[in-house]
């Protein structure tokens, strides 16, 4: 169910694009400005609305730490804002001054893309604010862009129809021709999904165009493989032009906006319509699901931004283990349990789990050290695995009631730490995702700036702090 919560209609003209941070939604305008709101309240933050592109504001990202706003104009530039106070951070200038579509930062924000009306594409280095690579796409304007999950790929899609699947060094790696009157826009989910046929994680692509056709495709992404593009399935619930298209956070959903005026939230795994929702009066040009809360946001040519609440609990088609309440996953049986892994891609701990007597109870109350002692999981890789999958089923039965407090989210992984540290530039990180940061480089995830000192200070008060909430979310 979703059900209509609130709606902002600040915009004096068209709507173009709405892009959630874990507290932050913000959106932007034919009227050249950039509102941001606050997620506890949606009332608009002090500093709203943004205003220095000088036409029309086409696409605005989050950087993945929500920490940096970025923009993009008909004007030719994309603008950096810090998202705590509103300050312009950078003005970066498009090569040949061609009016910006899309913008897009790296999972990583190593990079941001943006991509212009003369089918520019250009990656931006953000530790330096230089331009790092430039191509173009062939015979179109670039509308529609999306990082792959490992941020070493990305995917552009054309007025004229192709999506073009480029790697970080700006070669183009694929080309298809995917809707004959163009594409409108992309997106890839973050969840991988097992294809039966050779056993390779494929990622799930949608892009939708003018032919009103949303499609959905496998993606493989490797290094040594190279890429493949798989045809998986059409979606053909609109009547007219799908203008936006955007994966939930765990890849079970996927919603689109039309020139029909509606909005359509489809399972992925079946192509079955879940949800349509049609209380725009002009075209849906923009939809988002918020990252760690049950929110959309839809956004439109009637100057208005809708924000959905989708009720997880109740039961529709396909419903997954995932979407089950808190008391239901309690009372999760053995073979819940044993489908819950194979869904996770942890089949091979169904036996360990059925031997150890794991239900839902015992499973919600697994830590590193039950894992290790008591289970016998040797691997800390398989242990962390396991771990993680856990810490997102209890994530996602708390985030359907209350959102969690975006001091509890590691600024790397935007999940809910488990073992706190403190690096030298003052900010706290899940260890584990800051070890492997600080492995490869020495510069700051949240500022960029070098670090003096690779040391790791344990944040034992923040992690007393969540243990505290957690204890009270599970009462």
Known sequence: MATLIHTLADHSNDVNYCAFS?????????????????????????????????????????????????????????????????????????????????????????????????????LW?????????????????????AFSPNGNFFVTGSSSGDLTIWDDKMRCLYNENAH??????????????????????????ASCGQDNQIKL???????????ELKYKCTLNGHSAPVLACAFSCDGQMIVSGSVDKCVIIYETSTGNTLHTLSQHTRYVTTCAFAPHSPL?????????????????????????????????????????????????????????????????KELLNLTKESLANELKIESLGQRSKVLQKIEELRMTMISVSVPVPDEFLCPITRELMNDPVIATDGYSYEREAMENWISSRRSSPM????????????NRTLKMAISRWLETQQK
Not at 35 to 50: A, D, G, K, M
Not at 218 to 226: R, T, V
Not at 451 to 458: A, N
């Open 217 to 227: 495709w496998l993606i493989l992404f490797a290094d040594f493989l190279g890429v």
């Open 125 to 145: 280095n953000m530790q330096s604010l230089k331009l790092y690579r430039s191509g173009n796409v062939k015979g179109g304007s670039l509308v529609a862009c």
């Open 296 to 360: 959309l946001a839809t956004g439109s040519m009637d100057k208005t931004v809708h924000i959905w609440q989708l009720d997880l609990r109740q039961p529709c088609a396909g419903d997954t283990v995932e979407n089950k309440s808190k008391v239901a996953v309690e009372n999760w049986s053995e073979d819940d349990v044993s489908a819950w892994l194979y869904a996770q891609d942890l089949a091979d701990f169904v036996g360990l789990f059925k031997m150890n007597n794991i239900g839902g």
């Open 180 to 205: 004959d009157l163009g594409v409108t826009c992309c997106d890839i989910s973050s969840h991988p999904v097992s294809d039966s046929e050779n056993g390779f994680k494929y990622f799930q692509m």
């Open 447 to 458: 500022t960029n700036l070098p670090l003096h000192s690779l040391m790791l200070t344990p």
């Open 22 to 122: 874990s507290s932050c939604l913000a959106t932007c305008s034919l009227d050249k400005t950039i509102r941001v709101y606050s997620l506890s309240n949606f009332t608009e933050l002090p500093y709203s609305p943004l205003k220095g592109h000088t036409y029309a504001v086409h696409c605005c990202c989050f950087s993945p730490s929500g920490r940096v706003l970025a923009s993009c104009s008909t004007d030719g530039t994309t603008a950096l804002w810090d998202a705590r106070d509103g300050r312009r951070l950078a003005v970066l200038e498009q090569p040949g001054a061609s009016p910006v579509r899309v913008c897009r930062f790296s999972p990583e924000a190593t990079y941001l893309l943006s991509g212009a009306a003369d089918g520019s594409v250009v």
